[in-house]
């Protein structure tokens, strides 16, 4: 039975999309089959896996309004053990669609439970809102990973996600927990990135994942070319690092019995 895990933040920019794309693109390359789902209407991770939104003609939104068996939807990436359940604008309406509908709020987990067991890993993109989409995702999910950019607004909204999640552990979900949160947009030669992860660290303690992740170019330009970073340089300090993100992610759920690599993992003077 796959663990499901959201990716979340309602603050925009703070690497959710990329973290998505590349933390499961690195679970594959390790072999343990990996769906992506795109629960954002930006459908940033499914262009972002080489998939037109505007040529995809089912995704999340038909699984969610129309009742589709999201089996019959999933599609295979150039990547082996990776599939996505992708996503286009349609996805904007089903806000409003999905108000008047019984267990509104468990729709999503709905459908995970017709594929759960297909998968080592789900892992959702949720979009950088608190609104009922994310909320479904929250639901349906058995962890969270917060990404928090490491500059100068990074603890800005962060309380009111994690007072989200509450009210969520408390009425909808007792089993949601927090799988960590990511610090990303590292930059070392920043006196401001350095503070930030010394305060976040401080703050938050061991729910901090080990691994940061770096500003880099190749990060940035993967998308463009619909692959992952992996797949675009696996050389690269992004590719480096969401490895040993997705290692370090293993070995917390005890799927790995090796410690991952350090390597650029984190933060120095």
């Known amino acids: 039975m796959g663990k499901i895990i959201a990716i979340a933040n309602q603050k925009g920019g703070v690497g959710k999309t990329t973290s998505a794309i590349n933390l499961a693109a690195s679970l ?4 343990h089959k990996t769906l992506l789902v795109d629960a954002d209407p930006q459908a940033n991770s499914s262009s972002g896996l080489g998939f037109d939104p505007n040529n995809v003609q089912v995704g999340l939104y038909e ?5 589709l068996d999201p089996r019959n939807i999933v599609l295979e990436s150039k990547i082996p053990f990776l599939h996505v359940l992708p996503s286009n604008i349609d996805l904007v ?3 409003i669609e999905l108000l008047d509908m019984p267990n509104r709020e468990k729709l999503i ?6 594929i759960k067991n297909d998968y080592d890993f789900i892992i959702i993109d949720c979009s950088p809102s608190l609104g009922l989409i994310t909320t479904n995702s929250l639901v349906a999910a058995d962890s969270i990973i917060i990404p928090v950019q490491c500059e100068y607004f990074a603890l800005e909204g962060l309380g009111k996600l994690l007072n989200t999640i509450k009210i ?11 799988e960590g949160i990511l610090l990303t947009m590292y930059d070392s030669r920043l006196r401001l990135s350095n503070q930030v992860v010394e305060d976040v660290r401080n703050h938050f303690q061991d ?3 080990d691994t940061i992740i770096q500003r880099n170019t190749k990060l940035g330009e993967a998308p463009s070319f619909g692959i992952p970073v992996i797949n675009h340089d696996a050389d ?3 590719s480096i690092n969401y490895m040993n993100l997705a290692k370090e992610i293993l070995v917390k759920n005890n799927m790995l019995e090796i410690q991952p ?8 003077s």
């Open 109 to 114: 987990q709905g459908i995970f439970h017709k």
């Open 93 to 95: 309406g089903a806000e």
């Open 261 to 268: 690599k350090k390597e650029g993992a984190t933060a120095k």
């Open 168 to 178: 969520i552990q408390n009425n909808l979900n007792p089993n949601l927990d927090i």
């Open 63 to 67: 699984c969610l309004v129309q009742d």
């Open 207 to 209: 729910i901090v994942f």
């Open 28 to 31: 594959a390359v390790l072999e």
């Open 236 to 238: 690269s300090k992004g």
